[in-house]
């Protein structure tokens, strides 16, 4: 059974900084893509960073190029996603997702993403 399971969020002050973490289980986290991704009330769920074990490529977001770093630790199973400079717009419910590698070469966000998890609460707030 694969598993998701997000945890770091909370509430952080504009320019303060924030790791989350996803626990992975029930698939070989190699081979697969993976993705944070977020939605903001009232707003698309948008992806943030993702990506892709087979050609090792990663892709961000306009918004937080520079300040995002999306990584892996495959012997924790662990997926993290290190956030500096944090800005109210980036106040969001904040997703990791899971699925096969897309296109080599192409957007690691564009994988067919089939797992999630259940969403951790980032607050950007003073």
């Known amino acids: 059974q694969v598993q998701l399971v997000e945890s770091g969020g909370g509430l952080v002050q504009p320019g303060g900084s924030l790791r989350l973490s996803c626990a992975t289980s029930g698939f070989t986290l190699e081979y697969y893509a993976i993705g944070w991704f977020r939605q903001a009330p009232g707003k698309e769920r948008e992806g943030v960073s993702c990506h892709s074990s087979s050609d090792n490529s990663t892709s961000y977001a306009s918004s937080v190029k520079g300040r995002f770093t999306i990584s892996r630790d495959y012997a924790k199973k662990m997926v993290f996603l290190q956030m500096k400079n944090l800005k109210a717009e980036d106040t969001a419910v904040y997703f990791c997702?899971?699925?096969?590698?897309?296109?080599?070469?192409?957007?690691?966000?564009?994988?067919?993403?089939?797992?999630w998890g259940q969403g951790t609460q980032v607050t950007v707030s003073s």
């Open positions: 997702a899971a699925g096969p590698n897309g296109v080599v070469g192409g957007d690691p966000c564009l994988s067919n993403f089939h797992s």
